[in-house]
């Protein structure tokens, strides 16, 4: 095996199995984010309108690490989440483009609910592309049901639009009330 062939499978070991950690994003993380963003979505939010959305006291902002070679922490993906009252959005999830098909938007997801369980909110609602079979995937196996549709949401560069599916999954509280 040559060096270069033995350092890329250093490297996709590493990725694969280098622990994850998920933290909560500060606003010093918005230049990452955006660029993680950016790579995920035809639609980028810039480092000031994450930053900003990070110091609103509504918003929840986590962020998954991975931990790399020589102990160095690298943002993989991010979830931000806006609470009103007894009900949550998901404002945007993005995990870099390189780094899916590991269990990030997953874990992410499930940090976000568990978080929004403490914090006694009663449901989530997300939106996401009718087509997104990956995402809609997730997204039922956590227990998120279709409940709306918005035609035309998502516009395309090639002048052609799709459905937006709106989904909401309920956390149990029937015991702390």
């Avoid at 007894?86 to 992410?108: F, H």
């Avoid at 409940?147 to 149990?172: C, F, I, K, N, P």
Wanted: hydrophobic letters at 45%; aromatic letters at 8%; charged letters at 30%.
């Amino acid at each position: 095996m040559s060096l270069k062939s033995w350092w890329r499978w250093i490297r996709e070991w590493l990725r694969q199995r280098a622990p994850l950690h998920i933290d909560s994003a500060a606003p010093d993380d918005a230049d990452t984010l955006a660029a993680i963003h950016a790579a995920c979505f035809a639609h980028d939010w810039n480092a000031e309108e994450i930053a900003a959305l990070l110091r609103d006291g509504n918003v929840i902002g986590l962020v998954a690490r991975r931990t790399g070679l020589f102990g160095r922490r690298r943002a993989i993906g991010f979830l931000l989440l806006r609470t009103a009252a007894d009900e949550a959005e998901v404002l945007t999830i993005a995990v870099d483009p390189r780094r899916r098909r590991l269990g990030c938007g997953r874990k992410l997801l499930e940090a976000g609910l568990r978080r929004l369980y403490r914090d006694r909110i009663d449901a989530l609602f997300l939106e996401v592309e009718a087509g997104n079979q990956p995402a809609l995937a997730l997204y039922r196996r956590l227990g998120f049901t279709q409940v709306g549709e918005r035609r035309g949401y998502y516009g395309h560069s090639d002048g052609t639009s799709s459905a937006a599916l709106v989904m909401r999954v309920e956390l149990v509280r029937s015991k702390r009330r």
